[in-house]
């Protein structure tokens, strides 16, 4: 066992400080060390994208990040962008347009649409799935998670419109 | 999946890195988005004791576009490749490349550096450093070296590098005319079954000069420099196309493995080089 690290970690605006070896994997870290377990644990070899967090302004896989490598950073997960009470529209949007069968793999999915939609916020559909092309779906063949993609981005740029 | 367990350094600049390698020698790894070496240490591929993360490291971040060449940070992600406006107007084979790598959470931590200092005949970036005549700045005890793509490649993940050294940066003259990076995969964030990095230069309708480099077809990247010479002088006709694709064929040494038998190999090698240098021709 190597030494212990003192880390410090921003999860959805709380602050966190705790003491953990340094290969710790940051999912780990979230669901078991702090309780969040919106973040799902899929291959765990950086391809399903179950994990998916923002770190710092970026889309990661946290199943591929040491919490030593996190250590000072802000970190986002599902529950960090709305509740049952103040779904985000993305949120909303994959609940109106079934874009979710079993859910196994809708946080990280949500998560990762929320850095896409930042990045582009008005995308075609050959976008969206180029965009969440590192997130996999086994239930519903992507369509309906399109679907939900576009009706999030159209609620969202409706509401920046009218507050502009 | 839990790695072996490591002591883990954050310095602040390159002289704490260098001294950390000095010290730990063998037994210490240099890492910048670690998106390859991660896995290799969760599957225990990969025994790194001392782990030294260059995230704080100045200097290795920015993308420099000059009236002659092209400054990449070792630390440059392939997300900041794709969205640099000045970077994919002067040499948009490389937004081009950095797209067909792996997913996008994976491009906002894998780096270039990472990509061409790991040495995997996998890695995308090689091949194409190759077909651009990169050179990497790697720096060590001993100061600064410059070392050309075209000649670090040695084996798989053995190069010019040596252990107590780090890659930098990677220049790259201002590339000219068309160009084409194609890649067959058999599903996203999958490495290659064969990819070709072209650039071509049309003089009048004569080829001018050809540039092709080839991806995880040996066990190194591929600059075949005589499927370059059979385009040149040509106005890239049928039989020029055969005869680059020939050349190139003698050139790599691909082996079975779980993407296919060797004469598949070959057989998509030859397919991507075709549709690479025909793409390429066009835009040229």
């Given at each position: 066992m190597s030494k212990k690290m003192h880390i410090k970690l921003n999860v959805n605006g709380k602050d966190e400080e705790f003491l953990a070896e340094p290969r710790e994997l940051l999912i780990y870290t979230l669901r078991e060390r702090l309780n969040i377990t919106g973040p799902h644990i899929g291959c765990e070899t950086s391809h399903c994208g179950a994990c998916t967090v923002t770190i710092d302004g970026k889309s990661v896989k946290s199943c591929t990040m040491f919490v030593a490598q996190a250590d000072g950073a802000e970190v986002t997960t599902i529950e960090g962008l709305g509740g049952p009470d103040n779904l985000h529209p993305l949120q909303e949007a994959f609940k109106e347009h079934h874009g979710l069968q079993c859910g196994y793999c809708t946080p990280g999915m949500i998560t990762r649409a929320t850095k896409l939609l930042e990045e582009t916020p008005n995308p075609t559909e050959e976008e969206i799935r180029f965009g969440m092309a590192g997130n996999i779906c086994r239930c519903t063949g992507y369509q309906n998670i399109v679907k939900s993609i576009q009706a999030a981005a159209a609620e969202m740029n409706a509401a920046k419109e009218a507050a502009e | 999946m839990i790695p072996a367990a490591f002591d883990y350094y954050r310095p602040q600049d390159m002289k704490g890195v260098l001294a950390l390698l000095q010290e730990h020698g063998d037994d210490a790894r240099v890492m910048a988005g670690g998106h390859s070496l991660i896995p290799m240490m969760k599957m225990r591929i990969?025994?790194?004791?001392?782990?030294?993360?260059?995230?704080?490291?100045?200097?290795?971040?920015?993308?420099?576009?000059?009236?002659?060449?092209i400054r990449i940070g070792a630390l440059v992600t392939q997300a900041e490749i794709i969205n640099h406006g000045l970077l994919s107007k002067t040499a948009p084979i490389l937004r081009e490349a950095a797209l067909q790598i792996a997913d996008p959470q994976v491009r906002s931590m894998g780096t270039v550096g990472g990509n061409v200092a790991n040495g995997d005949p996998g890695n995308d970036m090689p091949g194409l450093m190759q077909c651009l005549d990169a050179t990497f700045t790697v720096v060590g005890p001993d100061g600064e070296r410059h070392l050309p793509a075209r000649q670090f490649y040695e084996a798989a993940y053995v190069t010019a590098r040596a252990d107590d050294e780090v890659m930098t940066a990677v220049t790259i003259p201002l590339p000219n005319g068309g160009y084409a990076y194609e890649k067959q995969k058999r599903k996203i964030g999958d490495y290659a079954t064969a990819a070709a990095a072209v650039q071509i230069v049309n003089d009048g309708g004569i080829c001018a000069s050809a540039s092709i480099a080839m991806t995880n077809l040996s066990d190194t990247p591929i600059f075949s420099e005589g499927a370059g010479t059979a385009l040149v002088g040509t106005s890239v006709s049928k039989s020029a196309l055969d005869a680059a694709v020939a050349a190139m064929l003698d050139d790599i040494d691909p082996t079975e493995d779980n993407r296919g038998p060797v004469a598949f190999k070959n057989h998509v090698a030859g397919v991507i080089l075709r549709r690479a240098i025909e793409n390429a021709w066009l835009r040229a």
């Amino acid at each position: 066992m190597s030494k212990k690290m003192h880390i410090k970690l921003n999860v959805n605006g709380k602050d966190e400080e705790f003491l953990a070896e340094p290969r710790e994997l940051l999912i780990y870290t979230l669901r078991e060390r702090l309780n969040i377990t919106g973040p799902h644990i899929g291959c765990e070899t950086s391809h399903c994208g179950a994990c998916t967090v923002t770190i710092d302004g970026k889309s990661v896989k946290s199943c591929t990040m040491f919490v030593a490598q996190a250590d000072g950073a802000e970190v986002t997960t599902i529950e960090g962008l709305g509740g049952p009470d103040n779904l985000h529209p993305l949120q909303e949007a994959f609940k109106e347009h079934h874009g979710l069968q079993c859910g196994y793999c809708t946080p990280g999915m949500i998560t990762r649409a929320t850095k896409l939609l930042e990045e582009t916020p008005n995308p075609t559909e050959e976008e969206i799935r180029f965009g969440m092309a590192g997130n996999i779906c086994r239930c519903t063949g992507y369509q309906n998670i399109v679907k939900s993609i576009q009706a999030a981005a159209a609620e969202m740029n409706a509401a920046k419109e009218a507050a502009e | 999946m839990i790695p072996a367990a490591f002591d883990y350094y954050r310095p602040q600049d390159m002289k704490g890195v260098l001294a950390l390698l000095q010290e730990h020698g063998d037994d210490a790894r240099v890492m910048a988005g670690g998106h390859s070496l991660i896995p290799m240490m969760k599957m225990r591929i990969a025994d790194v004791p001392h782990l030294i993360d260059l995230q704080d490291v100045g200097g290795m971040s920015d993308i420099i576009v000059n009236p002659d060449n092209i400054r990449i940070g070792a630390l440059v992600t392939q997300a900041e490749i794709i969205n640099h406006g000045l970077l994919s107007k002067t040499a948009p084979i490389l937004r081009e490349a950095a797209l067909q790598i792996a997913d996008p959470q994976v491009r906002s931590m894998g780096t270039v550096g990472g990509n061409v200092a790991n040495g995997d005949p996998g890695n995308d970036m090689p091949g194409l450093m190759q077909c651009l005549d990169a050179t990497f700045t790697v720096v060590g005890p001993d100061g600064e070296r410059h070392l050309p793509a075209r000649q670090f490649y040695e084996a798989a993940y053995v190069t010019a590098r040596a252990d107590d050294e780090v890659m930098t940066a990677v220049t790259i003259p201002l590339p000219n005319g068309g160009y084409a990076y194609e890649k067959q995969k058999r599903k996203i964030g999958d490495y290659a079954t064969a990819a070709a990095a072209v650039q071509i230069v049309n003089d009048g309708g004569i080829c001018a000069s050809a540039s092709i480099a080839m991806t995880n077809l040996s066990d190194t990247p591929i600059f075949s420099e005589g499927a370059g010479t059979a385009l040149v002088g040509t106005s890239v006709s049928k039989s020029a196309l055969d005869a680059a694709v020939a050349a190139m064929l003698d050139d790599i040494d691909p082996t079975e493995d779980n993407r296919g038998p060797v004469a598949f190999k070959n057989h998509v090698a030859g397919v991507i080089l075709r549709r690479a240098i025909e793409n390429a021709w066009l835009r040229a």
